[in-house]
Structure formats: C-alpha cells, structure tokens
C-alpha cells in the first residue's frame, strides 16, 4: 500500500475512536509526564515487558526478541570499556534496568539513576537493591546541582531528552558534571519538520506527540545545535531507525486491533485512564512515519571539550 495513503487511511480509523481537538487539547507538563508513567506502571510490563526497561529494541536481524531491549546498554557499556569509564549517571532512569544491567557486568564502575517519577524509583530500588555499586534517586535532569562539576564519565539518557523542551539547560547542566573528554550518550526519535508537506502528516506528529506524554517532537538539527551551544563536539551520530522497526511493528499489531473496533475502542475509553489508551496512537502511527523517513530514531555520542 502507498505509505501517504496507509496514514490516511490510520487517522480516519483513529477520528472513529477519538476526538481529536480534545486529544489534542491535552496540556503536556512535568505533572503529566510523572501520571502517564505511573498510569502505565502494570500495561508498560503487560504489553511490553517486564525487564524494567521503557524503550524501543534494537534488532540486529529478524524478528523483535526481548534480548534486544538490551542493545542500547550495550553500545553504552562499549563506550565505558572504551574510556575505562568509572563513575556513570542515567538521567530520566524509568524502572532502572539499563543502569542494574550496566553495574552487573561492570562491577568496578559506579551507576546512578535520577527519574522525576516517585513509582519509578520505587520500583528500581526494590527491584535492583542487591546491586551495591547502582543507586536510584529523585532528580529532575534540568537541575543537577547535587552534583558537582567534573563528576562523571559517562551519562546517558535513552527515549528521554524529547520530554524537554529546554534541552539546551539539560545539556548543559550534563556538560557542567561530565569530566574533561566525558561522553554524553543519547537515543531518542526526532522528527524532520521539513517534510511537513500535508496536513495528515502535521496532524500525526501531534498525535503520536500526544500519545507519548510530549509537547512535541523536536527535529534532530534542534538537538544538534543544542548541543553545540552547550559546548560539546558531536563525536558519533547514527541513524538506528530501520533498527526499532520491529519492536514498533509489535506495538502496531496491538493497535490495529483497537481500531478494527471502533464502537467497543470507545467503549473502553470511558472506563481506562486516556494517559492508557493514549498510547495506541503512538503504537499505531508511528512504524508508518519511519517508513515514511518522516521520523528518524538516533544515537548520539558527545564529547566535552
């Protein structure tokens, strides 16, 4: 089927489920980000895992397996090997599982976690207590003053640096902390606002935006420049979009479903949490947008001068 067609096709499903000037409505803060996240403590672990990880797998070959919810720890653990990295900090931790799978393979290097949502560090600590070198605190990452500066070696955020929209305060406190020549690690999607060439498309954005708890997508030149200005040097940038094909052809498969009943999908609306049934329109929208190289999914490695 032609892709322009496909996403057509998808939001005149979803007008049948929703209504879009109320989803649409929807002002996205920090209070939003920490009920969306909580709202989602039991579905998150239903219909993705149950690993403590949040993100999109990296499929290397074939079909999507939970083993690949692991590929972004392990592109990190080869830069801490790389830099002999000791000291490493995860902002916007989620439920802990990428620092805990770090500290267990690098037992002489010391992780942290910082996560705005109580239920989250909640979770890490008692899931994760019996590792004594990965603690998990409360922090906002536009605000690392409990840290001093030239702290660590690495830090990394993974599918979190889109809920800002202050990135360039977020990078440069993460400047401010890192060591002379320390990596700041991050994977994230991005949108390319200069292929907003329909209104079908401009109107995706937003709901899938909506669908993940953000104001909105920022573009990858946005970070980039962000970056700069912060002073850091880009030292690695790829392109892993085909990559997280799989993982969200999962989460397409389930959507459908939603959409395929139309009359009982609202049904179910007036019973579950929007910040639940949200979701859907992320999960479904968003395999075409790759497809359609109108969203990007990217690893970013920075380097303080």
Do not use: W
Request: charged share 25%.
């Amino acid at each position: 089927m032609n892709l322009q067609k496909e996403l057509g096709d998808k939001i005149q499903r979803i007008e049948k489920v929703f209504d879009l000037n109320s989803v649409l409505a929807e002002k996205i803060d920090k209070n939003y980000i920490k009920r969306y996240y909580t709202t989602n403590k039991i579905p998150y672990s239903i219909f993705h895992n149950n690993l403590g990880l949040l993100h999109m797998g990296i499929t290397r070959k074939g079909n999507f397996t939970q083993d690949d919810l692991y590929e972004q720890a392990k592109i990190i653990d080869r830069q801490i090997k790389k830099i002999k990295a000791k000291k490493i900090l995860e902002l916007a931790s989620g439920r802990g599982g990428n620092s805990a799978y770090l500290a267990k393979i690098n037992p002489l290097s010391t992780f942290e976690g910082i996560d705005i949502t109580p239920v989250h560090i909640n979770l890490s600590k008692k899931r994760f207590s019996h590792l004594k070198n990965c603690s998990y605190s409360l922090g906002d990452f536009h605000n690392l003053k409990k840290y001093s500066k030239n702290s660590f070696d690495i830090i990394f955020i993974i599918e979190a640096l889109c809920h800002t929209q202050n990135r360039k305060k977020v990078l440069c406190e993460a400047y401010r902390i890192l060591k002379p020549k320390g990596l700041m690690i991050i994977f994230d999607g991005y949108l390319d606002s200069s292929k907003i060439t329909s209104k079908n498309i401009r109107l995706s954005y937003k709901l899938i935006a909506r669908g993940t708890a953000l104001e909105k997508f920022s573009s990858y030149e946005e970070i980039i420049n962000a970056s700069k200005k912060s002073g850091f040097k880009i030292k690695e940038n790829k392109d892993l979009s085909p990559r997280i094909l799989p993982t969200l052809q999962k989460f397409e498969r389930l959507s459908s479903i939603y959409y395929q009943f139309p009359n009982l999908a609202k049904l179910i609306n007036n019973f579950f949490p929007k910040k639940f049934v949200y979701n859907t329109l992320y999960g479904y929208l968003t395999p075409t947008l790759i497809k359609m190289r109108l969203a990007t999914y990217r690893l970013t490695i920075l380097q303080k001068s």
